[in-house]
T-cell receptor
Framework: KAGVTQTPRYLIKTRGQQVTLSCSPISGHRSVSWYQQTPGQGLQFLFE???????NKGNFPGRFSGRQFSNSRSEMNVSTLELGDSALYLC????????????FGPGTRLTVL | GENVGLHLPTLSVQEGDNSIINCAYSNSASDYFIWYKQESGKGPQFIID?????DKRQGQRVTVLLNKTVKHLSLQIAATQPGDSAVYFC??????????FGPGTRLSVLP
């Protein structure tokens, strides 16, 4: 089975711009979660989507949003980028039961200048 | 890769020795736990999981121990190899909620 894929792998944007990141989960997995990883804050949960619905949400501002499509692929969007949004954005895929293994993709490294 | 936690606790072990990485989790209601390994430039890799109705689970060269009384999780790696050098995270979860990750421990394997 192919693993979790994320595109693009690297992205450079400037303040005020917006960005869309994409994640394709493992085949058959219906849950996709997004995380932000930074040296100062570690791994922080953004949101989880299951069957096209947001199931859980972390403590991030409304500039961070996401969606999931019927094929379980997910996108996250960050609008009005700030310097502090520079981070590794990780997507994780899970079968979807509330307590199930979660597998990560390689991440998208976003740099905001 | 991501230089997570510039001041991460570091564990240095000699190649061939056993490693024990510890994690104090925060929520007594957590009932599912995962250990992840993150190498430079990669996303976290699933190592082993354990549910709260167990206190020990073994995998290939790894053992996870769960002590719910003191909210403590440990990962034991047998015969540590250079390829085990990475940052290790524990993640806890309450049924139906999202995972919460620990700050991580950097394992350095000395030749």
């Amino acid at each position: 089975k192919a693993g979790v894929t994320q595109t693009p792998r690297y992205l450079i944007k400037t303040r005020g711009q917006q960005v869309t990141l994409s994640c394709s989960p493992i085949s058959g997995h219906r849950s996709v979660s997004w995380y932000q990883q930074t040296p100062g804050q570690g791994l922080q949960f953004l949101f989880e989507y299951f069957s096209e619905t947001q199931r859980n949400k972390g403590n991030f501002p409304g500039r961070f949003s996401g969606r999931q499509f019927s094929n379980s692929r997910s996108e996250m969007n960050v609008s009005t980028l700030e310097l502090g949004d520079s981070a590794l954005y990780l997507c994780a895929s899970s079968p979807g039961q509330p307590n199930n293994e979660q597998f990560f993709g390689p991440g998208t490294r976003l740099t905001v200048l | 890769g991501e230089n997570v936690g510039l001041h991460l606790p570091t564990l240095s072990v000699q190649e061939g020795d056993n490693s024990i990485i510890n994690c104090a989790y925060s929520n007594s209601a957590s009932d599912y736990f995962i250990w992840y390994k993150q190498e430079s430039g990669k996303g976290p890799q699933f190592i082993i999981d354990i549910r709260s109705n167990m206190d020990k689970r073994q995998g290939q060269r790894v053992t996870v121990l769960l002590n719910k009384t003191v909210k403590h999780l440990s990962l034991q790696i047998a015969a540590t190899q250079p390829g085990d050098s990475a940052v290790y995270f524990c993640a806890e979860k309450v049924y139906g909620q999202n995972f919460v990750f620990g700050p991580g421990t950097r394992l350095s394997v000395l030749p």
